[in-house]
């Protein structure tokens, strides 16, 4: 009797790189070593003038499932967009996002797939915790903070960090048919796409090693007395290009609006109909359709809505 192989899953994992020769190899090297997928690479330099390309082209050479583009320099978001754009043709069943700096568990897309499920006709995203290292990978911290997914928090937070994201074609192909000019992240993107039409699965547990070297495009804080400063320095500074999830919300609508479920297509429009008005944003503050997960991070939600700083 001849026993079939098991079929194991196919997973694109995008990554877009600028600079990132210091710590590339030892990301790669985690990539290449996961266990219980097949893996293909994707990666989109975006402009970088360090040794980031070389290293690339030499990866590319020695591994088959490698795939590299090099590009001119579009910025964090647009770059990863791009990658998804690439991703369309992809003939893997799940896709991950990836950054330059990190290094990944080897059960890290396993756990992720095995979550997420075999069916490809929901969009479902999965994302996790992460684990907090310095830049010798020495243990700093674990993200604690017990997240509930939902549309009225993906409005105005991101829980879906992007380097622990993996996603199913059906939610690539939902992004990929109304691609964003000014989304604010292009993981945030992801969170909003999946809570809108889909499902999340978020995984209090972590399988990535998350980098922090004061060089990151975006960081992890651990520390609550930086995120109280960060969060309350919105209410007396100038909004202008700092914080504007209002600016994300109809971006979405224009996106998404005559597809969007009845639901969400009114929180969106509600959190916008009401800025010019005191005792409307007032009222919506108080509504609890938009949410943060932490409560001090919440009650800070409550008072940006207030003051009309979102």
């Known amino acids: 009797m001849i026993l079939q192989s098991e079929v194991r899953p196919h997973v694109c994992v995008l990554m877009s790189t600028y600079n990132g020769e210091q710590f590339l190899a030892e990301q790669l090297d985690s990539l290449l070593a996961q266990q219980g997928v097949d893996v293909t690479i994707v990666i989109r330099d975006d402009g970088s003038s360090d040794g980031t390309r070389k290293l690339l082209e030499l990866y590319e050479s020695r591994n088959r499932n490698i795939e590299v583009h090099l590009g001119s320099n579009l910025g964090v978001v647009l770059s990863f967009f791009e990658l998804m754009r690439i991703a369309s043709t992809s003939a893997a069943d799940f896709f991950a996002l990836c950054d330059q700096d990190d290094v990944w568990l080897p059960e890290k897309l396993s756990k992720a797939v095995r979550a997420l499920g075999p069916s490809q006709t929901i969009p479902r995203l999965y994302c996790s915790a992460v684990r907090y290292v310095d830049r010798s990978l020495r243990h700093i911290s674990v993200s604690r903070t017990r997240l509930r997914p939902g549309f009225g928090n993906a409005v105005v937070e991101n829980i879906a960090t992007g380097c622990t994201t993996v996603f199913n074609k059906a939610l690539l192909q939902r992004v990929n048919s109304a691609p964003p000019t000014g989304a604010l992240m292009h993981d945030w993107w992801l969170y909003m796409v999946a809570t809108a039409f ?28 930086k995120m109280l400063m960060i ?26 609006g005559g ?25 919506f503050a108080c509504t609890g359709k938009v949410r943060r997960n932490h409560w001090v991070d919440d009650g800070i939600l409550r008072l940006l809505l207030i003051a009309g700083r979102y």
């Open 259 to 283: 597809r969007c479920p009845p639901a969400h297509r009114e929180v969106l429009q509600e959190m916008l109909a009401v800025r010019g008005d005191f005792f409307e944003r007032l009222r």
């Open 231 to 256: 969060r309350l320095r919105r209410l007396t500074v100038r909004q202008d290009g700092i914080f504007k999830c209002s600016d994300q919300a109809r971006e979405f609508l224009d996106c998404f």
């Open 198 to 225: 889909g499902e999340v699965v978020f995984d209090p547990e972590s399988w990535i090693l998350y980098r922090q070297h004061g060089r990151n495009v975006i960081g992890g804080t651990t520390s609550m007395t």
